[in-house]
């Protein structure tokens, strides 16, 4: 491909996330495949196949976050990662981890709270949230596990501020199967070593 030409998508890629960063921050669109095909409607690059990755966007929006939200990010992050901390704690029998947009800091008024819990009896998460009477939907979500594809069960839950929580539960082994990052997933320790910096 000619250098140029190269060059061109590069930059029409580049603008793409930053304007996918900018609907996803200004208009409170959380899925990143939404405001990927907004940006490039609003671009007129409907029709491209050169979409910037998630992770573009994210590097866009904390560019984004720290030059026009910095006075009010900070504080909705903070808010968001105490809640995150309040539900890891209540669930703690279960390992609990904080992933997504949270803990990666781009996370926004609208964002909601991923959390991965680890059990090998799947009713045990289930039975805690009837026992604690914490109102859920429940649901399946579809996992790669150690190289194969699982459904594992999912728990949507809303928080008191209103914030949605969603909680995925693994089988054990997969806490150990060193899949987990410490820039994409943060246990107890780790959050609150987050609010404390």
């Not at 793409?16 to 669109?29: C, Y």
């Not at 209540?90 to 949270?102: A, E, I, K, N």
């Amino acid at each position: 491909m000619p250098k140029e030409i190269s060059q061109r998508r590069d930059l029409m890629r580049e603008q793409l996330a930053h304007q996918a960063a900018k609907l996803m921050a200004e208009d409170g669109i959380t899925d990143h495949a939404f405001a990927k095909r907004k940006a490039a409607r609003q671009l007129g690059a409907s029709d491209t196949q050169h979409l910037p990755s998630n992770n573009e966007i994210d590097v866009a929006l904390h560019s984004f976050r720290q030059l026009f939200q910095s006075e009010t990010h900070p504080r909705i992050l903070r808010e968001l990662r105490e809640d995150a901390l309040s539900y890891m704690l209540q669930l703690s029998d279960f390992h609990p981890y904080l992933t997504g947009s949270v803990l990666s800091g781009s996370a926004g008024n609208q964002s909601d709270i991923n959390l991965m819990l680890f059990s090998d009896d799947e009713k045990a998460v289930l039975l805690f949230l009837l026992k604690h009477k914490i109102d859920f939907e429940s649901g399946e979500w579809r996992v790669k596990i150690s190289g194969h594809e699982e459904l594992v069960p999912s728990y949507a839950l809303t928080g008191a501020s209103g914030t949605q929580i969603h909680i995925i539960v693994l089988p054990e082994n997969a806490r150990f199967s060193g899949s987990r990052h410490p820039e994409t997933h943060a246990d107890i320790t780790a959050v609150k070593a987050l609010l404390t910096d």
